[in-house]
Nanobody
Framework: QVQLVESGGGLVQAGGSLRLSCATS????????MGWFRQAPGKEREFVAA??????YYADSVKGRFTISRDNTKNTVYLQMNSLKFEDTAVYYC?????????????????WGQGTQVTVSS
């Protein structure tokens, strides 16, 4: 069982920055792909970014603005969000993909955090 706890969400003005953190349990964190997804009201949960042992992958909508990173010594993954836009407003979820498959698809993620709200004011 893997537990994930997100933190760092909040209210920010457009153009501002936030950094989300996701602390995980589990001894094999370094072997997992870790992803960030988001869900805005009335919309499907969508892929934002993923990190594996030697790669990072981003949705086109956040490329160049968001950066995913991980600290395997702390079992923590981060999402640095810069140049935030109103349309980035959503609940952001951290997830673990133990099989390292389909990293941009929520279907392949095994464990999820409870989410953290990010609100960008225009």
């Amino acid at each position: 069982q893997v537990q994930l706890v997100e933190s760092g969400g909040g209210l920010v003005q457009a153009g501002g920055s936030l950094r989300l953190s996701c602390a995980t349990s589990g001894r094999t964190f370094r072997n997992y792909a870790m992803g960030w997804f988001r869900q805005a009201p009335g919309k499907e949960r969508e892929f934002v970014a993923a990190s594996g042992s030697n790669y990072r992958y981003y949705a086109d909508s956040v490329k160049g603005r968001f950066t995913i990173s991980r600290d395997n010594t702390k079992n923590t993954v981060y999402l640095q969000m810069n140049s935030l836009k109103f349309e980035d407003t959503a609940v952001y979820y951290c997830a673990a993909n133990t099989r390292n498959l389909g990293i941009d698809s929520k279907t392949f993620y095994d464990y999820w955090g409870q989410g953290t709200q990010v609100t960008v004011s225009s």
